[in-house]
């Protein structure tokens, strides 16, 4: 009997522990933007690759790229790209839709530049 009392006063004290270790350990989770918005931090600023393109077509990756270099710019990409899907369906839509060739030049195709700006007006017209 002095063993069950001990061992289920041994499973309340560990719960209760976990009753108020559990809250206390939870983060909240940050709040989700759709806007396409540049984040150029980047934790080795030396070893960023700086842009190949010195014209650009769009001021978002100018940004980027004054900023953190290439890889800003792929950030800053894919972050529109993944706004673009969620808020706009665009469908299964990736670097290759708007590239001919990736790293380091990124050429764009014949619509790809037509492509960005259409979803660039959508998505601002999406946040009013």
Not at 28 to 56: N, Y
Not at 76 to 87: C, G, I, L, P, S
Not at 92 to 111: F, I, M, Q, R, S
Request: hydrophobic content about 40%.
């Amino acid at each position: 009997m002095k063993r069950s009392l001990t061992a289920l006063l041994a499973l309340g004290a560990i719960a209760a522990v976990a009753l108020v270790v559990a809250p206390l350990s939870a983060t909240p989770l940050p709040a989700r933007s759709t806007a396409p918005t540049v984040d150029v931090s980047l934790d080795d600023d030396e070893d960023a690759p700086a842009c190949h393109r010195t014209e650009f077509d769009t001021e978002m990756v100018k940004k980027a790229c004054a900023e953190g270099g290439q890889f800003a710019a792929k950030r800053a990409m894919k972050h529109f790209v993944r706004a673009a899907k969620k808020t706009l369906s665009v469908g299964n839509v990736d670097c290759k839709t708007c590239h001919t060739g990736l790293a380091p030049e990124y050429a764009l195709k014949d619509d790809g530049l037509t492509r960005f700006n259409d979803w660039k007006k959508q998505l601002e017209a999406a946040e009013k």
